[in-house]
């Protein structure tokens, strides 16, 4: 049975296939399990429409796991590394390796599921545009949906855009919700003491070099230091994923760190094998890892990650640290030990846009900030450390990457309102946490601005009284359309274009926490023609 937030993640991908023409994507966090949402997408292709489906991704595990999860007769394999070609299955499971010039051989498809998504690249040829494109020539009619827990590539942004493969995110799972809802784990984090300058490294194909990486990380004073913090921060931590800069800098954090075990791409299959085990029976405390480990790697027992590989690319930080997300119905949270500046470069993971990598360790634009007493990395709207309770300054909390309102905050303990400038918004229904199916959905609006923030509005279009008033009164000032009948419905005609364009919100916090108190949008567009609901039985592809 899926969970309501992966149900309601199939529900809008199946809203976006019925209403448009081009192609979803769904973004989903590490460890909220996309492979059941794929799982389900494809048995009501094959089962409910009588469609043919093919699942892509590009790693065995990724692989294994659609097959665990499917078991299914009618699911076949095509996979060099797993062994099968499988052909004239309605679901077929396979490594884009292996069949990217296969199209024609695998026949025709409904849909075409694409796990980790991001890995599409934006232009040229490519494995994964090489495949799809002689897939629509076998199949015109194919659509292609991507899930990916990163909608955004290190050197262009984000994945979705009129010209791409995938056109436009219609659902996002937060990673706030799935914490206080339970399904994923909290995260804490703190810095090194010893601090690393990363000024003189070099950038080549958007990423630092690999050989000053391995001389800036495996100085013996670096790794002593970063060893000790290591060691007295996890003195109370089960299981620890160790990330390393290169497998030579792997090594010598192996032979410090107690019994750890070390996973490099060359450890033999048997001896990874025999590691991972131990690892997840907590037998072993202490796992390093380099280059591998940070996809399709399930070890809900990490309570525990260390940062030891400086990156600009987003979605190696966001793998590496979502290994730590999972539960296991043991751990109080993960706690990320950052030393290489990872987290103030591309800031908190719910929120992470690409970075700007002319800018080392987050520069103007951080929103994380280190408390000088325990060195705990937290907002940077954060007055007091939640940790050891350090007071932060005054003139510390909100400073970064905004400019101040017009007017000023009338007493010296509030903050000053800031205007951000809007580069993404994002619209859905949203269900109360612990409500019932009967208890009234709001329309929920999330405004990305600068680089890694994120502000949230509700409106209570589903509500009576003074909430429906304001709701109303918010609706006809940012669309021509008729009110919608739900909250649904008016995320339907929001994310069709629907409602003015958002350029600014003006925000003030309040104690930790955000509210918006203002915006501004460009001219009301034009109703929405024929805007109507689609029965939820018709065929979405």
């Known amino acids: 049975m899926l969970r309501p937030y992966q149900a309601e993640t199939v529900q809008s991908i199946y809203r976006h296939l019925r209403a448009r023409t081009d192609n979803p994507c769904a973004v989903l966090p590490t460890g909220s399990g996309k492979t059941h949402v794929i799982k389900q997408i494809a048995e009501d292709c094959v089962d409910n429409w009588g469609g043919r489906v093919l699942i892509l991704a590009h790693v065995k595990e990724l692989l294994e796991q659609a097959r665990e999860k499917l078991a299914r007769e009618d699911a076949g394999i095509y996979s060099a590394g797993l062994g099968s070609r499988d052909t004239d299955h309605p679901i077929i499971i396979a490594g884009i390796q292996s069949v990217y010039k296969r199209a024609g051989e695998l026949g025709p498809f409904n849909l075409v599921i694409v796990d980790e998504a991001h890995l599409i690249p934006d232009d040229g040829e490519g494995m994964y545009r090489r495949f799809i494109a002689d897939t629509k020539l076998v199949n015109p009619k194919t659509r292609i949906i991507g899930l990916t827990a990163t909608p955004y590539r290190m050197k262009t942004g984000m994945i979705c855009g009129p010209d791409s493969i995938l056109n436009h995110v219609c659902h996002e799972v937060s990673i706030p919700d799935l914490i206080v809802q339970g399904y994923l784990s909290s995260v804490r984090s703190k810095a090194g003491k010893k601090k690393l300058d990363l000024s ?295 994310n069709a274009g629907g409602v003015a364009l958002v350029e600014t919100v003006t925000v003030r916090y309040e104690g930790k926490w955000p509210r918006i108190i203002g915006a501004t949008t460009g001219s009301l567009p034009a109703p929405l023609e024929d805007f109507a609901r689609h029965n939820e039985e018709e065929i979405p592809f």
């Open 200 to 494: 003189e490294l070099h950038v080549r194909g958007g990423e630092f070099i690999a050989e000053e990486i391995d001389r800036l990380m495996d100085d013996d004073k670096v790794v002593d230091a970063a060893v000790s913090d290591i060691i007295a921060n996890a003195e109370d931590r089960a299981s620890v994923l160790v990330f390393a800069a290169s497998v030579r800098h792997a090594m010598h954090l192996q032979t410090l760190l107690p019994g750890a075990g070390l996973i490099t791409g060359d450890t033999p299959k048997s001896l990874r094998a025999e590691q991972i085990a131990e690892f997840k029976a907590g037998e072993m405390k202490y796992l390093v890892s380099v280059n591998v480990l940070s996809i399709g790697f399930d070890a809900p027992n990490v309570d525990c990650v260390a940062l030891l590989r400086p990156t600009l690319s987003p979605g190696l930080y966001y793998q590496q640290i979502g290994r730590g997300l999972r539960v296991d119905g043991v751990k109080e949270d993960c706690l990320v030990l950052d030393f290489v500046g990872n987290i103030k470069q591309h800031g908190p993971i719910d929120v992470i846009r690409p970075a700007n990598h002319t800018t080392r360790g987050g520069g103007d634009n951080a929103v994380t900030k280190e408390c000088t007493q325990c060195n705990e990395l937290v907002a940077a709207a954060y007055r007091v450390c939640p940790q050891c309770g350090f007071e932060f300054p005054a003139n510390d909390s909100l400073k970064h990457g905004s400019k101040a309102a017009e007017d000023d905050a009338v007493l010296s303990e509030q903050e000053k309102p800031a205007v951000w400038e809007v580069r993404d918004v994002r619209y859905s229904a949203h269900t109360k946490k612990n409500a019932d199916e009967s208890a009234p959905k709001t329309l929920r609006i999330d405004y990305f601005c600068g680089v890694g923030m994120r502000f949230s509005r509700w409106v209570c279009v589903e509500h009576s009284g003074f909430a429906h008033g304001k709701a109303l009164e918010w609706w006809k000032e940012n669309s021509n359309d008729p009110f919608p009948e739900d909250a649904q419905h008016a995320a339907d005609i929001c």
